[in-house]
Nanobody
Framework: QVQLVESGGGLVQAGGSLRLSCVAS????????MGWFRQAPGKGREFVAA????????FYGDPAKGRFTIARDNAKNTVYLQMNRVKAEDTAVYYC??????????????????WGQGTQVTVSS
């Protein structure tokens, strides 16, 4: 069993930066791929970014490309999402997820086994 706790959300002005963190408790963090998803009011859960368990590859959804960076520190059981040049449309609840997921499934929420409770990001324009 893995528990995930996100932090770092809040209110930020458009064009600013924010770093989200997700700390995992439990065993075998090193064996899990980690993903970030987001959900805006009235919309489905959207893929943001993912990173392999070994951290040797990262993957990004279209909204994140060129602006967001995902990273992980396996020694700290933590995954990060650095958000730069944020826009009003980045406003959403951001969730981290963990799972033994192959590359083919990284963009799909249903392939992940564990989820955090989410952290709200609000971008003011």
């Amino acid at each position: 069993q893995v528990q995930l706790v996100e932090s770092g959300g809040g209110l930020v002005q458009a064009g600013g930066s924010l770093r989200l963190s997700c700390v995992a408790s439990g065993r075998n963090f090193n064996s899990y791929a980690m993903g970030w998803f987001r959900q805006a009011p009235g919309k489905g859960r959207e893929f943001v970014a993912a990173i392999r368990s070994s951290a040797d590859s990262t993957f990004y959804g279209d909204p994140a490309k060129g602006r967001f960076t995902i990273a992980r520190d396996n020694a700290k059981n933590t995954v990060y999402l650095q958000m730069n040049r944020v826009k009003a449309e980045d406003t959403a609840v951001y969730y981290c997820a963990a799972g033994e997921v192959g590359d083919y499934g990284l963009v799909t929420p249903t392939t992940y086994d564990y989820w955090g409770q989410g952290t709200q990001v609000t971008v003011s324009s």
